[in-house]
């Protein structure tokens, strides 16, 4: 919006943000946090519990400098176990620590909010014709345009043309916009087009706003049960 001043004033003409939508975006992102993936084990994924195992350095200094500076978009790709979830985790829980507002969702868990949106407005619309208080666009909209917004697992789901053009909803505006986004998927850069659709392919791919990291890391997961079982390397 424009604010009223008249000719002359420094403020003439410019664009600011309208301070009533500001708030409607907080009040929308308080009740999305509700609906956060960061919760139960995850709230222990920090910094300081990521050990830099050979093959994690560039991912573990790509999620420092993004949590220093969240701009552009981090895009981390490795095989499962490697630790690209902790570092996306990692990441919002100290911006949220340094009460910036970040958003951070598991993609099957954001594509459960959206479907639910969607049953809930059918309903509500079809019985009595107005759409509910934070319907399906009303949910789309606030996830584009979180401040910062954490897709754990892209890749989880994504075989269905509805996920598909959901993401891309998400994605382009993002780009658009140049909004700090972080994605971690288990997939690499040549099987995205086939698996995600090439819209989407080619807005993860994007070199002027992503910075694409390979989390080269052998799985922690099974690192820890063979050292438990007395077998580690
Ligand atoms: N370098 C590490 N230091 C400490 N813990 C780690 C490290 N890497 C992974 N972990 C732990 O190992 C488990 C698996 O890691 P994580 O879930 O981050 O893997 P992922 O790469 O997201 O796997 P997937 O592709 O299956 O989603 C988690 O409990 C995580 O905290
Ligand atoms: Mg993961």
Redesign the pocket.
Known sequence: MRRQVPYGHPDFGKLIECPACDTLMKRRLGILDGFSSLRG?LL??DFT?????EG?QFA?EAAIAFARDPKGWLV?H????????????AIALNLRAKGRPVLFMRVPDLMEFLRHAYDEESLYVRSVGESGSMNLLDRLETIRRAPVLVL??LAAESDTPWVREKLYQILDYRGVERLPTVV???IGPNEWADKLGARVADRLGNRLIAKVIY?A?R???QA?ESDAAGGGA
């Open positions: 084990d222990k994924c519990h990521f050990r830099v195992v994690a573990y981390l490795g095989p499962n176990g490697s630790g690209k979830t902790h570092l996306a985790a754990d697992d971690t998927l288990n989390n890391a799985s922690y997961r820890q």
